[in-house]
């Protein structure tokens, strides 16, 4: 069960990062048509800033979790490297703090941002100007819980991976 665990976390993992993609294209097809309206028409898209604003956010959230999969994420190793290369148990420990201590932070967001998420649903928050142009903002900000808390998971199973080899069960990858 475990490894179907990691298959069907690493399936939602692929596709919220190719939701992702999908979004960054749109959101260049939304500025290109923008710029052209601007320029062509002098009829701008209503909205473009609005949106943009919004889906950088869902981006972020929507491929957090590769980004801590393929152990992507920003971080300096250069002392990590050195104590991997003298030991592989003490790297792997301390890999395993860092990964706690991400899962931990990430916690504490996917928390916050639920009761965000609640608040914007029920209030029907919305960002833009009525009449001209309007997008809910519970989407973006369930968006946010979800991408932390499949980050968490990756984090967690990172955290194993890595107690294993503190412990000599088999090596780091």
């Not at 939304?30 to 604003?53: H, K």
């Not at 491929?63 to 148990?89: F, G, H, M, W």
Request: charged share 10%; with cysteine; glycine share 8%.
């Amino acid at each position: 069960m475990h490894n179907k665990s990691r298959s069907a976390i690493g399936s939602l993992i692929a596709i919220m990062n190719g939701a992702g993609s999908a979004l960054i294209v749109v959101i260049t097809l939304l500025i290109c048509a923008d710029i052209i309206g601007r320029g062509v028409f002098n009829s701008p898209v209503a909205g473009v800033a609005e949106m943009v604003s919004l889906s950088i956010v869902a981006i972020v959230f929507l491929q957090l979790a590769q980004a801590v999969r393929s152990n992507a994420l920003a971080r300096t190793d250069i002392l990590l490297s050195v104590v991997e290369q003298k030991s592989p148990r003490l790297g792997a420990l301390l890999h395993t703090i860092y990964d706690v201590i991400a899962a931990l932070l990430f916690s504490a967001l996917a928390y916050g941002s639920h009761a965000r998420f609640l608040d914007a649903w029920s209030s029907n928050e919305h960002v833009g100007v009525y009449g001209l142009f309007t997008a809910p903002v519970w989407p973006v900000v369930g968006i946010v819980v979800l991408g932390s808390t499949i980050a968490v998971l990756q984090f967690i199973l990172h955290a194993i991976r890595n107690v294993r080899v503190v412990f000599g069960n088999q090596g780091r990858t």
